[in-house]
């Protein structure tokens, strides 16, 4: 029997959902205690809706398609807000962006084709996006405490850019062997 799309685990991606604006609104006005713990919940559900999902057999086809849309969500609309804040490297942006932005397009791609491929995170993915859901958290949780630490801030940059870089490439090279197919 299919579960409930109405069930704990996918009422958890909406919330992360519902959240990211209220982060969003609360960097934008410095507000950085809030913001952090905010940022924190979201992050925290991305975990706990899995979890959810899996341990109770709660895994429903909508929840395959909301949980990475609500990770997008959640971590271009942060980045997006950090870089223009001068807080996180643009660049680093526009990679985080970038990747995000070629798989949505591969997935059309595929469904236009008439060859759709299977929502499946690859484990490189479910690792980029912890770190990427880390580094933020960090950045937040130091604007909230003023604390400073350059070379935490360049080493986390070089992580998640490298990390974000070979998702790109793995997913990449994923698409291209399911597309000669």
Not at 70 to 75: Q, S, W
Not at 102 to 128: C, H, Q, R, T, Y
Request: with cysteine; aromatic share 10%; glycine share 4%.
């Amino acid at each position: 029997m299919q579960p409930s799309a109405l069930n704990l685990a996918n009422l958890l991606t909406v919330l992360r959902f519902c959240l990211v604006p209220i982060v969003i609104v609360s960097i934008l006005n410095r507000e950085w205690t809030i913001a952090f713990v905010l940022f924190a919940t979201a992050s925290i559900t991305d975990a706990v809706d899995g979890f959810i999902a899996r341990r109770f057999d709660m895994r429903t086809e909508l929840g395959a398609y909301l949980d990475p849309l609500a990770d997008k969500a959640l971590l271009v609309s942060i980045y997006i807000t950090l870089a223009s804040g001068g807080y996180v490297p643009v660049w680093l942006t526009v990679i985080i962006v970038s990747r995000d932005i070629m798989i949505i397009g591969a997935v059309i791609v595929s469904w236009i084709m008439d060859n759709p491929v299977e929502i499946n995170p690859l484990k490189l993915s479910k690792i980029n996006t912890m770190v990427q859901l880390s580094f933020a958290a960090l950045m937040l949780f130091m604007l909230s405490f003023s604390v400073t630490s350059e070379r935490l801030v360049q080493g986390g940059v070089i992580v998640v850019a490298a990390l974000t870089l070979g998702s790109m490439v793995a997913y990449l090279a994923t698409w291209f062997r399911h597309m000669e197919h």
